[in-house]
C-alpha cells in the first residue's frame, strides 16, 4: 500500500496525533508529486542487502547515511526535540528519510499554503525537495528508526520560515508552483 496522505485541520490539539479533516480530505500521490515529493516501498527488513534500495542510492548519488532512533528512551531531551523537529522549516537540501520500524508524519506546504500530513510507516522512504516548507513528527507510537540519507557529507541545518527570499526556496518555488 502506498503513503497515505491527507490536507489537514487546523485544531492546536497534540502535533502526534492525525489531525485530518471532517470530512478527510485525502492527498493523493500525483499531487504530492507535483510538490517534487518522491516515495517508494522497500523491504525495511532487508534494508542492509535491498537492490532496490542499493539502485535509488545509485541513481540519486546518496553517498552518506546514517540511522536514527527517535524515542523517550533514545533521544535526550526527547520532547524538546519533538518540538523542535515540528517548527517550519526549509533545508537547501534534499531530505531524505527511510522509516525502518516505527511510524511518524512529515507535514509539507502545498501551492496554496496549506499543510498535507504524510503518514510513515515502516518501509517508507521519502525525499523532500531543497526548499520545501514542511516539518516531522512522531504519531502517538512515539517511536521511530530512520535511515537518513545524504549526496556526500551530511548537512541538518534548517531553515525556519519565513525563507521566502532565500535562493534555494525561489527555485523550488519557480521549478514546482507552475499554475496549470
Not at 55 to 75: C, G, H, P, Q
Not at 89 to 118: C, K, M, N, P
Request: overall charge negative; glycine content about 4%; some cysteine.
Amino acid at each position: 500500500m502506498a503513503i497515505e496522505a491527507w490536507y489537514m485541520d487546523d485544531s492546536d490539539a497534540d502535533q502526534r496525533e492525525a489531525h485530518r479533516k471532517s470530512p478527510n480530505e485525502p492527498c493523493d500521490i500525483q499531487t504530492l508529486t507535483k510538490l517534487g515529493v518522491l516515495s517508494w516501498e522497500l523491504d525495511a527488513d532487508n534494508h542492509e542487502t535491498d537492490p532496490v534500495l542499493a539502485e535509488i542510492r545509485k541513481e540519486r548519488n546518496y553517498s552518506y547515511l546514517d540511522i536514527i532512533s527517535v524515542s523517550k528512551a533514545t533521544l535526550p531531551n526527547y520532547e524538546e526535540k519533538i518540538r523542535s523537529f515540528y517548527h517550519e522549516h526549509l533545508h537547501t537540501d534534499e531530505e531524505i528519510r527511510y522509516l525502518l520500524d516505527g511510524s511518524g508524519y512529515f507535514d509539507v506546504r502545498d501551492s496554496q499554503d496549506r499543510w498535507i500530513r504524510i503518514a510513515m510507516k515502516k518501509g517508507d522512504m521519502i525525499v523532500l525537495p531543497a526548499g520545501i516548507y514542511h516539518r516531522f513528527t512522531l504519531d502517538s507510537n512515539n517511536y521511530t528508526k530512520a535511515m537518513r540519507l545524504f549526496v556526500g557529507e551530511p548537512v541538518w541545518t534548517p531553515h525556519n520560515r519565513p525563507m521566502d527570499d532565500h535562493p534555494v526556496r525561489k527555485n523550488y518555488v519557480q521549478q514546482f508552483y507552475v499554475e496549470a
